[in-house]
């Protein structure tokens, strides 16, 4: 079942701060986020992992919460590079596959 | 080349055509992915192959046939398709990790598929 991601879109002005939710019905062992631009491919941004390990880009924040399945990705500052679609992707138990959300429409405007 | 490359970037195709997506990985990644992705909907996993094993998601229809003859490459087989397989295919690596859990993915620029 494919995790649940809110809000469906945003829209900013620059400086301003989002926050993206990413939550799941079942266990999960880790959290990815990625970006996408229009016309191009998915680009990492972060992984957070079951126990609090995490890996990503140092501009990026995310949080990880495991009782609840809930994962949020904290983008602040934003800049007009920003916009894209943002999907997070699950992973549970020993699948090593990732389950992706529908994806957050995020606009930056200047 | 560097990364995930796929070829061709753009494919129409008829019905009864018969045609082959490739994708090759620069990275030394063991995992393959392939995921379709259509208008207004989440990336969909279609295959893995991770530490030489093959995983499917069950509900990929039979005229799509992947291969992979090694670890660098990946080609996804099409015929019989129908107009609802237009979409952006996306080839992806990543290292697993035996231990369990995988490492963040590596995404193709994808192909572009139009069944007419």
Same mark, same amino acid.
């Given at each position: ?27 999960? %062992?880790?959290?990815?986020? %990625? ?27 995310? @949080? ?6 809930? @994962? @949020? ?7 007009? @590079? ?29 | ?48 192959? =991770? ?5 499917? +998601? +069950?509900?990929?229809? =039979?005229?799509? =046939? ?51």
């Amino acid at each position: 079942q494919q995790p649940v991601q809110s809000p469906q879109a945003v829209i900013l002005r620059e400086g301003e701060d989002a926050v993206i939710n990413c939550s799941s019905s079942k266990a999960l %062992y880790s959290v990815h986020w %990625y970006r996408q631009k229009h016309g191009e491919a998915p680009v990492f941004l972060m992984i957070l992992l079951k126990g609090g390990e995490q890996k990503g880009h140092e501009k990026i924040s995310a @949080s990880f919460n495991e009782k609840k399945q809930q @994962s @949020s990705l904290y983008l602040t500052a934003s800049q007009l @590079s920003y916009s894209g679609t943002y999907f997070c992707g699950t992973e549970s138990g020993s699948a090593r596959q990732l389950t992706f959300g529908s994806g957050t429409q995020l606009t930056v405007l200047p | 080349e560097t990364g995930v490359t796929q070829t061709p970037r753009h494919l129409v195709m008829g019905m009864t055509n018969k045609k082959s997506l490739k994708c090759e990985q620069h990275l030394g990644h063991n995992a393959m992915y392939w995921y379709k992705q259509s208008a207004k909907k989440p990336l969909e996993l279609m295959f893995v192959y =991770s530490l030489e094993e093959r995983v499917e +998601n +069950n509900s990929v229809p =039979s005229r799509f =046939s992947p291969e992979c003859p090694n670890s660098s490459h990946l080609f996804l087989h099409l015929h019989t398709l129908q107009p609802e397989d237009s979409a952006l295919y996306l080839c992806a690596s990543s290292q697993i990790q035996r231990r369990g859990g995988s490492e963040e993915q590596y995404f193709g620029p994808g192909t572009r598929l139009t069944v007419t």
